[in-house]
């Protein structure tokens, strides 16, 4: 009897997908990147931990291949299985295992989706911070996997640093109980730190205990509108300098911006910023009254303030449509997450200008200007294969710049396998060949997401 066969008799027949689902088994297959779907032998969907220690030996014992999946919403191909492997999707691992409000603390399983968690904690008024564009429909398993962060990084921080501790399944190891339920450990090597961000390349993330914030009392925005990319990014720094300290610093280009500004925002033009305060509800208001007279004395052609509910959903429903709108006004978009350091930002997007120009293609940028964590999108009215080689060579420039200034190929997206091969621009040979024997020894037979994040090591089945 066949692995694969084997596995079957640790889950009851309605926790697998097999040949007989074709369909469903393509749809496991992909994930938000722009790699084509592969369709795994099999798709397991368990809901209990000794079911995940049971695929994990049983395939670590025949070799099988493992990509592990939380909601399939990451945009590198993190997700993508490699040839001849099984899909083990967390999604009906979903339940809050316990929300401590006096610790400020809250345990979940992989499969819990990450508003619906932060919508949990804010019933008790607490806070949980990390907030992807996917927030509605990600996992938190996911998240942990990728380091996931979003708009309130910049105050906040991202998935790692809320991380307190977590069981995990490597090959290797087994169950793996990792950091503790306390706010400060310093117990020992930080491996908690090592398995977020991983994206399941050493091991499947079983239980996750999650530190929260008490809840902010009050948030409101200002958005305003500049009349070029270049002064919107100048006034981040200056808010800074000044002493402001916002829960998130939004930017768009004009491009990204007048794809995105619809309906109630369609009269406005230029480049974006958008700034959100929180805090005590009697200092929000007056912080985000100076900050839009500040705005305006810098430059801003339009300053917006939120007054009440329906204008904040609005603002950030114009900052987290614009991925959306920006694929829907083409053909063919590739976009890249990288980070620069925050005073090399208006730099980057000279830079970024200039490769679009060299490579014939049209550029939009956005994003996380509190981080210099730039989402580039480089943009052709032709189908990818007729601008292939240009949009390759693009990329490949567009990293190679962000480097130069001391940036990193990622800022929250991972690496996966879109920029696996990139990972020696930025890794040293010593560092990649560290990175490589840790995961020999947590997956000794490349069986976790192989051919992923780190290059050289490709599918267990090659």
Known sequence: MSGYSLLKNYLDPKQILDESSPELLHEYGQDESNFAAVSPRLVLFPSEVSQLQDIVALCNENTIAITPRGAGSGRTGGAVPSPDSIVVSTERMNKILDLDVENLRIRVQPGVITGELATAAQK???????DPASLEYCSIGGNVACNAGGPRAFRYGVTRNYVLGLKAIS?????LKLGSQTMKSVSGYDLTSLLVGSEGTLGLIAEID???????????????FFPSAEMSIRCVSELIQRRYWPSALEFADEIATKAACRAKFKSFKGSMLLVSIDGRADTVHSEVTDVGLTLEKLGASDVLVAQNTKDEREFWQLRRGMSKALRESCVCRVSEDICVPRNRMAEMLRSIESIANDNQLQHATFGHAGDGNLHASFIANKPRELVSSQIDRAIHQLFASALSMGGTLSGEHGIGLSKRDYMPLEHSPDSLSLQRGIKRLLDPKNIMNPGKVLPEFQSCHE
């Open 210 to 224: 999650l530190k929260l914030l008490p809840h902010p009392q009050k948030r409101q925005s200002v958005l305003a």
């Open 124 to 130: 008790q008024q607490m806070f949980y911070p990390p």
């Open 171 to 175: 090959p290797g190891q087994g169950l």
